[in-house]
């Protein structure tokens, strides 16, 4: 890995061997990554953007490979005093079926709020997320502490399948959340329309 300014690149190698769901599989990687990050701030950042393209190339037995691509991109934008509108999207897919234990998963905290993590799975997954996040305390306090509304969409299907043809999936919600340094805590309650309502807990360092 090599930062070059707000640009940084990445090269990656490895073999895994999984169980899963009562088969015993293995295969081999290698890939690469490029990322543009102007966040000053990673954990409240403010009038920035944050994109990041990865590729991988997948060995499997017999011959087979597979490429798999991953796209994201958010951007920050500072609104009214603290006020900061978050929009974001990320797109995985391949160039080929993969094994069930590779697929992308749809739903929770990271993805889709309001739905159980883990609801959709497939080889192409497109999700996108918008919002507004309000600090409540002085901008000078050592920590911060805030509410948020939000809505997430986003859909999983197979390869071979179009865009177009799938049933998007979409929760609205809010949260409270509280920053310390690099440390972050948050608290969401989230509706899935046509589905259920759902509280999620997150903490990231």
Aim: charged share 15%; hydrophobic share 40%.
């Amino acid at each position: 890995e090599r930062a070059m300014g707000p640009v940084r690149i990445a090269a990656n190698t490895g073999s895994q061997w999984v169980t899963f769901g009562g088969v015993d599989d293995d295969f081999r990687s290698v890939g690469g990554s490029v990322a543009f990050d102007t966040r000053l701030d990673p954990v409240m950042p403010r009038n920035a953007v944050f994109a990041t393209a990865s590729l991988d190339r997948l060995f499997f037995g017999a011959g087979a490979a597979t490429n798999r691509t991953r796209l994201d991109g958010r951007g920050y934008l500072g609104f009214i005093r603290q006020t900061v509108f978050v929009v974001r999207a990320v797109r995985e897919s391949t160039s080929g079926p993969l094994p069930t234990y590779l697929r992308s998963l749809l739903g929770g905290w990271s993805s889709l709020r309001g739905f159980k993590a883990g609801s959709f799975t497939g080889d192409t997954l497109v999700a996108g997320s918008a919002e507004l996040r309000v600090p409540l305390n002085s901008p000078v306090s050592f920590g911060k502490i805030g509410v948020s509304i939000f809505v997430d969409s986003g859909t999983a299907y197979n390869h071979g399948q179009r865009f177009s043809d799938q049933a998007r999936h979409t929760g609205i919600g809010g949260s409270a959340w509280l920053t310390v340094a690099a440390f972050r805590l948050g608290i969401s309650v989230a509706h899935g329309l046509g589905a259920d309502t759902r509280a999620n807990f997150g903490a990231a360092l």
